[in-house]
């Protein structure tokens, strides 16, 4: 018998070196989501054989900056991470990626987080239909879950007491989402006017220094007067 060794991370149910191989040949950067039974994380990374370099990365913790109250693992709450991972992933240059699942699976929350990455603009091949809809990833469920629920008064309180705490009511789970997600974009604005800013100062600078290398050498440029 032939004994053939498997790979530490293999082993660990870490790595699907399958993926892995594919994604190294193919070259493009990647989001990695991870939820968890507190919080969702996720990470976009550039591959490389000597090892992932990261591009941008968040979790849905980093929301309460923006005012949310809500559950830091609900979908709306992964819709809301994959929106800001999303701007900040444009802001350095990033344009389009794939999902990388590893042996994970890819689970209604990854799928949320998704969408909020394709609406902050990237390109990520994804089939619609996959996707969840609106009312999901707004809150809406959990909304009209707890509207019903009220009525019932001891049960409702026990169901929701964690968000009560916070002043945060489920029955308007879509009214803080929507007052969130402004705020995210909104953010995003500043990063692309930062952005673009630089970008007109590196110009200038660099038309300024055109044309002080130009009377030095007594040559004429027209380009640094450009």
Known sequence: MIYA????RNRENRTNYRKRAAMLLGRQCFVSITVSNQNVKAQVLKPSAQGD????ST??????????????????SCY????LLGIKTLGEGIT?????????SFTTRVAACLKGMIDAGLRIPVSEASLPNK???TGSHIAQYAALLKQEGERYRSQFSFL?????LPEKYPNYF?????????SGAIVANNIANNTTTTTNTTNTNTITTTHSTGTTDETGFT
């Open 53 to 56: 370099k990261v591009v941008s």
């Open 5 to 8: 060794a498997d790979l530490r």
């Open 135 to 137: 009312e999901r990833l």
């Open 178 to 186: 929507e007052d969130v997600k402004s705020r995210i974009i909104s």
């Open 96 to 104: 389009s990626l794939i999902l990388y699942t590893g042996k994970g």
């Open 59 to 76: 979790s849905s913790k980093e929301l309460v900056k923006f005012g949310w109250k809500g559950s830091m693992k609900s979908i709306p």
């Open 80 to 83: 809301l991470t994959g929106l």
């Open 164 to 168: 009560m705490k916070n002043d945060f």
